[in-house]
């Protein structure tokens, strides 16, 4: 499904990424660690075509990432490391304002369940009264309403409590087996990689990580 071959990116000087190469199947859940500064948020944030690598070349689902970018951007969920909400807007108001945006319509019942799958109640309230960890859970609503056959999540549950982590966790594994979605998902919370993952690629070659994914029978795949 994803493609991604002798991918490199440096910013002036420093190589962050170096001929990065993976395969990602429709279904996978894949976690992307590595320690701060290692390159995960880049290497998202090319896969979510906001940057472009140096060299190399990706495809999803046979179509490249240069060449076909519109119908790629259609086919991908984002969620920055960053919050990206309009602070203020309603709860309510956000989801329409991103429904529209987009090219799935969805009615506003649907995009309430979204929010409440997400463990996110606050509907009518204003974002910028909202807690760090509500803004995550709506950042997560906002980018499921489209449907993406390819989710990518940077760091999406910091500062979210362990009960909706877990309810989370177990919705986004239902996504990957009930409509084969492909999700690849940073974080540094190592009992989270173990629980959500299928697979594990880490960038960088420090063997902690190795050490105490192996503990759990992960594959770890080194970049
Ligand atoms: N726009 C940019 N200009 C210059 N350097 C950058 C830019 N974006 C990232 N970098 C550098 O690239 C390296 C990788 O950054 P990146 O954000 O991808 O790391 P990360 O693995 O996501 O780290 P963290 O775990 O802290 O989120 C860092 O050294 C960072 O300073
Ligand atoms: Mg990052």
């Given at each position: 499904?994803?493609?991604?071959?002798?991918?490199?990116?440096?910013?002036?000087?420093?190589?962050?990424?170096?001929?990065?190469?993976?395969?990602?199947?429709?279904?996978?859940?894949?976690?992307?660690?590595?320690?701060?500064?290692?390159?995960?948020?880049?290497?998202?944030?090319?896969?979510?075509?906001?940057?472009?690598?140096?060299?190399?070349?990706?495809?999803?689902?046979?179509?490249?990432?240069?060449?076909?970018?519109?119908?790629?951007?259609?086919?991908?969920?984002?969620?920055?490391?960053?919050?990206?909400?309009?602070?203020?807007?309603?709860?309510?108001?956000?989801?329409?304002?991103?429904?529209?945006?987009?090219?799935?319509?969805k009615s506003k019942k649907i995009l309430h369940e979204l929010c409440l799958d997400m463990k996110l109640?606050?509907?009518?309230?204003?974002?910028?009264?909202?807690?760090?960890?509500?803004?995550?859970?709506?950042?997560?609503?906002?980018?499921?309403?489209?449907?993406?056959?390819?989710?990518?999540?940077?760091?999406?549950?910091?500062?979210?409590?362990?009960?909706?982590?877990?309810e989370i966790g177990t919705y986004l594994k239902n996504l990957a087996i009930t409509k084969q979605t492909?999700?690849?998902y940073t974080s540094h919370d190592m009992d989270e990689i173990k629980k959500l993952c299928d697979r594990?690629?880490?960038?960088?070659?420090?063997?902690?990580?190795?050490?105490?994914?192996?503990?759990?029978?992960?594959?770890?795949?080194?970049?």
């Open positions: 499904m994803l493609d991604v071959r002798k991918v490199s990116k440096a910013f002036g000087t420093h190589q962050v990424l170096k001929e990065i190469s993976f395969k990602i199947n429709p279904g996978e859940i894949i976690g992307l660690v590595g320690e701060n500064g290692a390159g995960k948020s880049t290497l998202l944030k090319i896969l979510a075509t906001i940057d472009r690598p140096d060299s190399g070349s990706i495809s999803l689902n046979n179509m490249d990432y240069i060449k076909d970018n519109k119908t790629i951007r259609k086919t991908l969920g984002f969620v920055p490391q960053d919050i990206a909400v309009w602070e203020d807007f309603s709860v309510e108001e956000n989801m329409i304002f991103f429904e529209k945006l987009g090219w799935v319509k109640d606050r509907w009518k309230e204003k974002v910028n009264t909202l807690s760090g960890g509500m803004k995550r859970k709506l950042n997560l609503a906002i980018t499921l309403i489209h449907e993406p056959g390819l989710l990518l999540l940077d760091e999406p549950t910091v500062g979210i409590d362990l009960k909706s982590k877990n492909a999700i690849i594990v690629l880490c960038i960088g070659d420090d063997p902690f990580y190795e050490e105490i994914l192996k503990e759990n029978e992960k594959t770890v795949i080194t970049l």
